[in-house]
């Protein structure tokens, strides 16, 4: 199966500077990690929309609502190099999203390690893996939504752009909003690189208040693609019913 990765993944997760994708994450809901996977894991990943036997299902946008585009949820056994961001990537999160749902007044507490999660996910009905791939054509775009699938939500995940902005394609910025209590949403726009992973709020998170900590909710979605192609992997810690 393509898509298996390169032996350089560890070192490169190993260089990422956490506290400041912590801090990020703390002050907008939003991180960048620039140059995660490499223009040839990109290529390999891309690649794999073409091979239905892959994935457990396609979605079209446009028929649920969506947006334009489709995108498709792969089966397990995830491909090696999805199956290694999600476990290699998960123990750094982990500590933040505890950290949050402290904050937030949730429960529950997220164990350390992503197999742990998965058991949790799974021993509650939430069998089916959400990692996706999005392929997005010209005109194509993602409404503003959340990635929650059952009662066990990780409430971070994470999107790598597999394209390259003005070559593979042009427009589609990351989309994020942030709702406040009783004041205007506000914006972020991520214009992310080939191989950049953005790391974001799912549902809520967390903002510190001069009478505490408050909730906001975040939403995403993707802007409308002017040419092009566009495929992007997302991420998703929790499984789904």
């Not at 991180?31 to 091979?51: F, G, S, T």
């Not at 939430?126 to 939504?145: F, I, K, M, S, W």
């Not at 390259?164 to 990351?174: M, R, S, V, Y």
């Not at 953005?198 to 505490?212: I, L, T």
């Amino acid at each position: 199966m393509s898509g298996r990765g390169d032996g350089g993944l560890a070192q490169r997760l190993v260089a990422v500077d956490w506290q400041e994708v912590s801090d990020g994450l703390n002050y907008s809901g939003c991180a960048v990690i620039p140059q995660l996977l490499m223009p040839q894991d990109c290529q390999a990943l891309a690649a794999l929309y073409a091979q239905p036997e892959v994935f457990r299902s396609r979605i079209v946008m446009q028929r649920h609502g969506f947006g334009n585009g489709e995108y498709q949820y792969f089966g397990y056994p995830l491909p090696d190099l999805v199956q290694g961001l999600r476990t290699s990537v998960y123990p750094h999160l982990a500590p933040m999203a505890n950290r949050w749902y402290e904050q937030m007044g949730l429960q529950p507490r997220f164990p350390a390690e992503h197999a742990d999660f998965v058991a949790r996910c799974h021993a509650a009905g939430q069998q089916r893996p959400t990692p996706l791939l999005v392929q997005y054509e010209a005109g194509d775009y993602n409404c503003l939504h959340q990635d929650l699938y059952g009662e066990h939500v990780f409430p971070l995940q994470m999107v790598v752009l597999l394209a390259q902005p003005g070559q593979d394609f042009t427009g589609g910025e990351l989309v994020l909003t942030e709702q406040r209590p009783r004041m205007q949403s506000r914006v972020e726009v991520l214009a992310l690189r080939q191989g950049d992973a953005a790391v974001f709020a799912v549902q809520q998170r967390p903002v510190q208040g001069s009478r505490g900590s408050y909730r906001v909710t975040m939403r995403h979605g993707v802007s409308r693609i002017r040419s092009g192609r566009r495929h992007t992997l997302g991420i998703i810690f929790h499984d789904a019913t």
